[in-house]
């Protein structure tokens, strides 16, 4: 079983722009399944994918968040399924999958972006 980001399609990406997705998109977090090759009724290679539950996909988002960013945590805020999202001087309530969704992508603005070589 092989673990793989979601494609950005090459028009508008509609699947980027909900919140948990872009956050695994920005901290590498797989949020697809694939597994193969089986032999189909051609004799092709069939493979098959999809995707990962929203809870999985929070969780390894979350891992990724704390291992940047130190201060960075999910705790219950003492009521039924709300939770808080915090890092220093922020903080997020919501559901567990929204509130890593918006630690994440809070945290991705405040990381530092890789230098890209200037253009010739």
């Known amino acids: 079983m092989a673990l793989q980001q979601s494609p950005a399609d090459k028009g ?3 699947i980027g ?3 948990l997705i872009a956050a695994a998109r920005c901290f ?7 597994e193969g090759p089986g032999q189909g009724f051609s004799g092709r290679q069939v493979w098959t994918c ?3 539950s929203r809870v999985e996909i929070a969780h390894d988002a979350l891992a990724q ?3 940047c960013d130190h201060e960075a945590g999910v705790t219950s805020a003492g009521r039924a399924n709300v939770w808080r999202a915090f890092t220093s001087g922020w903080s997020y309530e919501g559901d ?3 509130a890593v969704a918006a ?3 809070h945290v991705a603005e405040l990381r530092p972006q890789p ?3 200037a253009a010739p």
């Open 115 to 117: 230098a890209h070589p």
């Open 28 to 34: 590498g977090v797989p949020t697809h399944v694939s």
């Open 96 to 98: 567990f999958v929204d």
């Open 17 to 19: 722009t909900i919140p």
């Open 12 to 14: 508008v990406d509609l």
């Open 103 to 105: 630690l994440a992508l």
């Open 50 to 52: 999809w995707p990962r």
């Open 65 to 67: 968040v704390m291992h």
